[in-house]
């Protein structure tokens, strides 16, 4: 078999293949970094750290998931026995994303579902003048956990 040995190709490839490195150096140090800060999050909560779920066998894991953490305990205890894994769609991304969009405090911030809607921007804006309905848009802008959410909630149908 004959190859092409252009010095520009083995340049690129060199390139390449450093970037990947660096890349791969970088998601390393963030796993860490996201390890440490559950751990510390669940740590500081004696109630927290008691709380036991039981293992999804139907959940398939990435193979890009975060290495030495057991994400479905990790977020059952983050959010205080509220055990996310179970609901249909969720995976360990959509988990991660809604610890980073909704922090610390969890969902505990907002005092209803519709406030939680509302704060997502899901919630129709209903404008209601003299019983005569204007306009019921939802509001428009964006975040990350809405964009989750609803990949989430088209995921059982596929």
Not at 11 to 22: D, M, N, R, T, W
Not at 37 to 55: A, C
Not at 127 to 142: A, D, E, V
Request: charge should be positive; charged fraction near 25%; glycine fraction near 8%.
């Amino acid at each position: 078999m004959k190859g092409s040995n252009r010095v520009d190709y083995r340049f690129g490839l060199k390139q390449e293949y450093e970037s990947y490195l660096f890349y791969q150096k970088n998601i390393a140090e963030c796993e860490v970094h996201i390890n440490a800060f559950l751990k510390e999050q669940i740590n500081t909560h004696p109630n927290k750290r008691g709380l036991k779920t039981d293992d999804k066998k139907h959940k398939r894991i990435n193979k890009n998931a975060i290495k030495g953490i057991d994400l479905n305990e990790a977020s059952y205890q983050y959010f205080g026995g509220t055990d996310l894994m179970k609901i249909e769609g969720l995976s360990h991304s959509t988990i991660l994303t809604i610890m980073s969009e909704v922090g610390p405090e969890g969902f505990h911030k907002f005092l209803t579902a519709k406030q939680f809607t509302s704060w997502l921007r899901l919630a129709p804006n209903n404008k209601i003048s003299g019983g005569k309905w204007l306009s019921s848009k939802t509001p428009k802008g964006s975040n990350r956990l809405k964009i989750v959410m609803r990949n989430a909630a088209n995921a059982p149908g596929n």
